[in-house]
């Protein structure tokens, strides 16, 4: 069974950096669209960036670029997401997902959440003020 789980979450004051992992088991994680997800409890899920495994160019929401990056180990089946500069807007459960093939251009828009076929159980970002 395919299990995706989400590491790293925590604490933190605005201006510092987590790094949050996610770790693919009893998955071939070559060739697959990944992507890092967020939901705080008054606003829908978002997407915060995504990447094909398989090397391309990474995407990110308006609201991450410059301060997020998101990374993999494809030898470990690992995908990360290196926060820095957290502002108190970034606290949210987040998620990382993994779906088959390309990341469409969209991949960060709603309409294209069904493309994922497997969700982690997330992982908590707390940034205080």
């Known amino acids: 069974q395919v299990q995706l789980v989400e590491t790293g979450g925590g604490s933190v004051q605005a201006g510092g950096s987590l790094r949050l992992s996610c770790a693919a088991s009893?998955?071939?994680?070559?060739?697959?669209?990944m992507g890092w997800f967020r939901q705080a409890p008054v606003t829908g899920r978002e997407g915060v960036a995504g990447?094909?495994?398989?090397?391309?160019?990474?995407y990110y929401a308006d609201a991450v670029q410059g301060r997020f990056t998101i990374s993999q180990n494809n030898a470990k089946n690992t995908l990360y997401l290196q926060m820095n500069s957290l502002k108190p807007e970034d606290t949210a459960m987040y998620y990382c997902?993994?779906?088959?093939?390309?990341?469409?251009?969209?991949?960060?828009?709603?309409?294209?959440?069904?493309?994922?076929?497997?969700w982690g159980q997330g992982t908590q970002v707390t940034v205080s003020s």
């Open positions: 009893e998955y071939t994680y070559s060739s697959k669209c």
């Open positions: 997902a993994a779906g088959p093939g390309h990341c469409p251009r969209s991949v960060l828009a709603p309409r294209s959440f069904w493309l994922f076929d497997y």
């Open positions: 990447i094909y495994t398989g090397g391309d160019t990474p």
